[in-house]
């Protein structure tokens, strides 16, 4: 076994409750592993960085950063390439499954169907009146399901997307059932937090 002490440096963010970030404090742990190659002069550095906020932590390393520090790269890159990183260690995905979504969407393509919209798109082609108006009240039931795998074992889930978009409705399904994941939402408010902040240090440390 070998142990090493390495340095890391600690930066705290506060009065981040207004908008845009309506956070609470976030704390950032940096570790700036040094130089990793050089070729021709021509530096690359190696860095880690955690973030936390609120009980939750994400966490990331770059082997590859040019010949700047861990927050030099943060305050560089956008915040979707960062959150890309960050959110791969905790399998966090940008959009998720969502009942609520897929009852709005078979309503609202029920209605559409009803009045001719776009009907060569969908299993049923135009409906009539009192077969939109089913399919409209029998997708209520579809607000409680939590996974598309779920779905499978209903038939009150099968009878309603069957009768709107056919026996092959999960292709559908996945079309029209998944929403903007508020975990994902909240840590992109939390990258941009920490990167407005590295740039607000970048520039303090050159007017320095």
Known sequence: MKIESTSVTKFL????MTEPYKLDP?????EDLGVRAENEGRKTRQGKITIECYGES???YWGSMGDRTVAQFVADESVDYVVGCLRRGVGLEPTVFSGEALTKA???IAIGCRRGRETWRYECGRLEQDEARRIYDDAE???QFESPESLMHSSEADAVLTALFGSEWHYAVSDHAFAPNPRYEYLTRVVSAVRDAMRSLEQQQEAA
């Open 13 to 16: 963010i506060t009065d981040l």
């Open 26 to 30: 976030v704390t950032v742990f940096i």
């Open 58 to 60: 994400w966490a990331t």
């Open 106 to 108: 078979v309503r609202k």
């Open 141 to 143: 039931c579809l607000e």
